[in-house]
């Protein structure tokens, strides 16, 4: 009984981290894997950039680059990912607000490890500036990692479009 109850439980919580692990909006477009470290048998260690277009802002792409663990457990598909990732925002059209959002609000989810870790690019506003504000970072159930990083998109005119939109007017 007790055995049962533990598997109900472990159950449980596999499928609520599969709902908080469902994918933000963005999809990722994979630009380039490097391998850094040689595995003889085995997928290599690898850094792989990928990008993103931001699905409430069109008119920015990100730019991320995350570390992929090579070896037996990265050929399964059950290693856990390390929470160094690098990001680079930038303006590659003009500037238009699809929806309202909130500050923080998911840009783009992935899973890092079998369960409870992801990594997550947040989006916010500088209203003061007219600045879009990037940053990556990862997360786990039970402990976060306090490595991240940040990348701002100050929105300006594009071509003949005359003013730029204020982001300030599309924070819930």
């Known amino acids: 009984m007790r055995f049962r109850r533990h598997v109900l439980v472990a159950l449980a ?9 469902s ?5 990722e477009d ?3 894997r490097k391998s850094t470290v040689w595995k003889m048998l085995t997928p ?7 990008g993103v277009d931001d699905p409430v802002v069109e008119g920015v792409a990100c730019h991320y680059t995350v570390p992929e ?17 690098s990001l680079a ?21 992935e899973r890092r490890s079998l369960i409870w870790k992801k990594m997550q690019i947040v989006r916010g506003c500088d209203a ?15 402990e976060g ?11 300006m005119p594009w071509g003949a479009n005359g003013d730029a939109p204020k982001c300030a007017e599309w924070v819930k």
């Open 89 to 109: 925002c930038r303006q590659i059209g003009p500037i238009k607000f699809k929806d309202k959002s909130e500050q923080g609000d998911v840009v783009f989810r």
């Open 23 to 27: 994918p933000a909006q963005a999809q």
């Open 69 to 85: 663990k090579g070896g037996v457990a990265g050929m399964f598909g059950v290693a856990e990912q390390v929470s160094d990732i």
């Open 128 to 142: 003061k500036r007219n600045v879009l504000i990037y940053m990556v970072y990862t997360d786990k159930l039970i």
């Open 44 to 50: 290599d260690d690898k850094l792989a950039v990928y």
């Open 30 to 32: 994979l630009i380039f």
């Open 13 to 21: 919580a596999l499928s609520l981290a599969g709902a908080a692990l």
């Open 145 to 155: 990692s306090p490595q991240n990083s940040t990348s701002t998109v100050p929105i």
